[in-house]
Each structure stands twice: as C-alpha cells, then as structure tokens.
C-alpha cells in the first residue's frame, strides 16, 4: 500500500530540518526514514552470497576477498542509475522502459526477474530447512522422521514468509514492521559472522592479517590460473599438476561469477525501484536514497561476505577434508572424493581403459592412487556452512559454532525467501497492471513460493552447492537489466530536463559502461562455459528481436527540458 500524502509530507519536513542541523542530525534522520536500501540487504544477504563466499575461502583463501566488494560496487551504481532515473521521473520503470527504450527489454527484464525468483528461492527454502535439521533442531529427524521433519519445517518457513509479506501489505505501519523484521535479519547474519571471525582472530590459531588484507586488492590472473597458495600441492601430484589445475581453474571461475551475480541479481534492480516509489520518495530524496543504499546494502553485504570468506579460507583452504582419505567422513564427501579420484585416474588410462576394468579393480587402481593426488582430491571437496560450523567447534565451542552458524544461515534464507516473494508480488501485479496491494499482490507473491520444492527437489544432494549453477544462470539475465538503465539514463525522451550534463554525465556514463563491460563478460563465460552455441543462439534471438521492435516502432517525442 502506497504511504499517504500526510506520511510522506512528515518525512519530507523532517529531513528538511534535519539538512537545516547538518551534520549528525542529517544522519540519523537519514537512518530513521530508510527502508528500500535495507529490502536490497535482506535479498542479496542470502544463500547465494553464503555459498559465493564460503567457496570463494575454500578455492582462492584470502586471494579473492576482493571479489565481492568489487562486484557490490559495480551494483550500487546501477541500483543508483535507477534511483536517479525513477526519482527524477517519479515513472514506473517497466512501463517507462515499455514506453521510451523498448518493450522487448522491458518484457525481458520482468520475465527474467520472475523466473530468477523462483530458481532462486528453491536453495534458500533447502539451505533454511538445512539449517534448522542439522544445527538448531538436530533432533527433530528423529521425532517425526526425516520426510515429516523436512514437511514440517517447510510449511513453517512457508507460513513464516507469508505472514511477513502480509504485514508489509497492510499499509504504513505494516511496511515499517516488515522493514524493521528485515533490519534485525540483516543485524543479526552481519553479527553472528562477524562474532565467528573476531573468535577465530582472537584463538590461539589466530588470523594472517597481512594476508587478509593483500586480498582485498584485485587478481584478475585467477581466472586463468589457481591461487598461488596451491602451487606446493600441486607441485606434490607430479605429471598430473596440469589435471587438477585445471580442476581448480573451472571451480573459481564458476564461483568468482556466483559470487558476482549474488551480489546485485536482476530480480533486485526490479524491487528497488518499486519500493522507492511505495514509500513515496522524489528527486527531493534522492540523497536519502544513496545513504539507504550505503548503510543498508553495501557495508552489511561487504562486512558479512567477507567475515565468511575469511572463515572458510582459515579452516578449509588447502586443508584436506579429515577422514575423506580413511574413509571415515559422511557418505555424501566420501562420493565426493571417489569422483576427484577417477577423474584422475581416468586422465591416466583413458576412458576405455577404465571402462574395461572391473569394479573391484576401479577400487584397488584408485587405492593405489600417489599420495599427493589423494591429498588434492581431498582439498577440493565441495564443504557447505555445516562443515564450516563443525570444523570452528575446536575454535569457538560447539554453541557458537552450531547454533549462532544456524541462526545466521536461517536469518540469510529467510529474508531472501520473504525478499524474493515480494518482489514476485510486485513484478505480476506491474506487468498485469494490477493493484500493488491486496490480493493480486498477495498471490503475486506465492508464484515464488513454488521454492517450498526446494528441499524436495535436491534431496540428497550438496545443497549449498546448488547455489552457484543457480548464480550462474542468474548472471546471464543481469547484463539485460544494466544494459537497460544505461539507456534510461541517456534517454532525453524519459528523463527531460533531468538527463544529467557535463562532466557528470561523462563520469556516470563511463562508470555504467565500465560496470555493463564486466557484467556481459561475466555472463558471456557462463553462457558459452555451460550451454555454448544454444545459449549464444538465444541470446541472438532476443538481441534481434529488440533491434526488429526498435525500427518498427514510431518514435517517442522528447520530455519537456524543464529544470530539476
């Protein structure tokens, strides 16, 4: 529900007195009106940018703590692109997009919002249901069986997700409920990892700060070449150094884009936008929206990511899973290892020769596999947070390491599950052109619910794993919505008087072309590494039939040039 005239005309009169103040008055009135910014925290502080960042630890160490906090960067200049363009213009942006750059993107960009929220909210519902199983209630199985604990737990979290949504759709006093519940999620996924880093840094272990620190600067060389830290364990399996290179080299691409896509996903760049103008906002709050983004996206999403990466990379980086090698680890890391290790075995002997030997002679011909290629098998297991937990118990005690882990990855899931609901609600209820509040709004919002499957869908298997082809395929959809924003933001038709000049104008523009450059890279590797020519052939398709509509079309008249 859209915040009343009165509402809004108080929140503008109290930022205006609080400007008058300067200073610390600016800020806290600043603090006390956000909430877009912290809806953006809540989603992207989900299991994607917990698996992004545990596995960017486990693959690169310390080496890629930079990735992230550049990735986060590049996202906070498109979310500010459509600030500036939605405040300026106070239009709705599918239907300005629709209207001033062309449907066939416009279309794109919703279509591709919804599919992502539902592919999205699948791991989270699993890594929720995971997270209560396993860490906070590990005795439930037990109670009610492993099929009535997982159903349980799933229609809590479902019923959970809904009844915050119905909040948020209950009017003023219900966003700022919502906003607040949000805000609390986020504070407490920041503080639970930060907590776990400052027990690790504080141990006898300790942490190598100046290492930790050499890693926020930016290594592009690990896309073609593993982490240096690797460089003894390779050198230990011999003439097969190459194989598992390049192992090593696929793994960290495929986990450097999740970690890129987790940071700003398209479904993102939709809600913004929505959720200014819900609240009200205008050009008069364009400096409000920066602050929001600031305190309520960038430092948690920064902050929390990096305490995580920091703590995988000091438990697991080049440390061999204990007892993978013995066989005395779970099932689930056991047939982990025996795949790494006919891999190899397979790059000796070939597929044939394989194929033809029998199982008990797989077995003993793995067995007698060297040393330092056991040793690597066992470095590259695909851990998830839980291991993370159990691997810290020496460290911080079994509480903090199960419970406040626990708490931390339920408080990610949940929020994203919650964030990526809502913004089904608003997508459908846009492109329809239905009421933004309601029942249209509320059943909007279900469509993502279809992710209460998750857990259903990927039993069994390396749940936090799931999310990087998820990320994946989420960042192949991100270049259509910045490619977008670009145009809006050159678009005089659009922005009118308002369309930025100068010196301005050429520094947002190279940043946004800076930005869009690293994203279609991101995305053309996933395309091309995971579907090739199909996917190019789409991607072909879509381009085609925006340049068809674009020359069809007739052309839009230019907005008044009235000043700001």
Not at 192 to 209: D, P
Not at 261 to 287: C, H, Q
Request: include cysteine; aromatic fraction near 10%.
């Amino acid at each position: 529900m859209q915040s009343s005239p009165e509402q809004v005309a108080a929140e503008k009169q109290l930022l205006r007195e609080a400007r008058a103040k300067g200073g610390l008055a600016t800020a806290v009135a600043y603090l006390k009106c956000s909430g877009p910014g912290w809806l953006q925290g809540a989603i992207t502080l989900g299991g994607g940018s917990l698996a992004g960042s545990l596995y960017l630890g486990v693959i690169g160490g310390y080496s890629l703590l930079w990735l992230q906090v550049l990735a986060m960067a590049m996202g906070v200049i498109m979310l500010s692109a459509i600030t500036y363009v939605t405040l300026s213009t106070g239009k709705r942006p599918f239907h300005a997009i629709k209207d001033h750059i062309n449907p066939v993107l416009a279309w794109g960009w919703a279509i591709a919002t919804l599919v992502a929220n539902i592919v999205w909210c699948m791991p989270q519902f699993s890594l929720a249901t995971a997270a209560i199983l396993q860490n906070l209630a590990p005795s439930l199985p037990e109670t009610m069986g492993a099929t009535g604990s997982k159903v349980a737990v799933c229609l809590l979290l479902l019923t959970v997700s809904i009844a915050i949504i119905w909040l948020y759709d209950s009017g003023h006093r219900g966003v700022k409920i919502f906003e607040l519940i949000l805000k609390l999620l986020v504070a407490v996924v920041v503080i639970c990892f930060f907590g776990v880093v400052f027990k690790i840094a504080t141990s006898t272990e300790g942490l190598a700060w100046s290492e930790v620190m050499a890693g926020f600067v930016p290594d592009l060389s690990l896309l073609s070449q593993p982490a240096a830290t690797f460089n003894a364990a390779l050198a230990a399996t011999g003439n097969y150094a190459g194989h598992w290179s390049a192992l090593i080299v696929a793994d960290q691409r495929d986990i450097m884009i999740t970690a890129a896509a987790t940071a700003v996903g398209i479904n993102m760049t939709f809600l913004l936008p929505y959720s200014l103008l819900k609240k009200g906002w205008d050009k008069e709050s364009r400096g409000l929206a920066i602050f929001d983004l600031s305190t309520g996206l960038l430092i948690p999403f920064v902050l929390a990511t990096s305490c995580v990466v920091i703590a995988a990379a000091s438990q697991f980086h080049v440390k061999p899973q204990p007892g993978v090698i013995d066989g005395r680890a779970p099932a689930v890391m056991i047939g982990q290892y025996n795949t790494l290790l006919t891999g190899r075995l397979k790059a000796e002997i070939g597929l044939g020769s394989f194929n033809q030997l029998s199982p008990e002679g797989q077995r003993a011909s793995l067995a007698a596999l060297p040393e330092g290629d056991k040793q690597m098998a066992a470095m590259l297991l695909r851990r998830d947070a839980f291991n993370l937990a159990s691997a810290l118990e020496r460290l911080t005690g079994k509480t903090v390491a199960h419970y406040v882990f626990g708490i931390g990855v339920l408080a990610m899931a949940l929020s994203t599950i919650v964030m990526l609901m809502l913004i089904s609600g608003f997508t459908v209820t846009e492109v329809f052109g239905l009421p933004q509040h309601g029942w249209p709004h509320r059943l909007g919002c279900l469509l993502a619910g279809i992710g209460v499957l998750g857990p259903f869908i990927y039993s069994g298997k390396t749940q936090f794993w799931l999310a990087v082809p998820t990320s994946v395929f989420g960042m192949t959809l991100l270049p259509i919505a910045y490619f977008t924003f670009f145009l809006m933001m050159n678009n005089r038709s659009l922005m009118g008087g308002e369309i930025l000049r100068g010196g301005k104008r050429t520094l947002v523009n190279l940043l946004m072309l800076a930005t869009l450059l690293l994203a279609g890279f991101g995305a053309g590797w996933a395309i091309w590494s995971k579907t090739q020519w199909i996917g190019v052939g789409a991607v072909a398709a879509f381009v085609a039939l925006a340049v068809v509509v674009h020359f069809v079309r007739p052309p839009k008249k230019v907005a008044a040039e009235t000043s700001p």
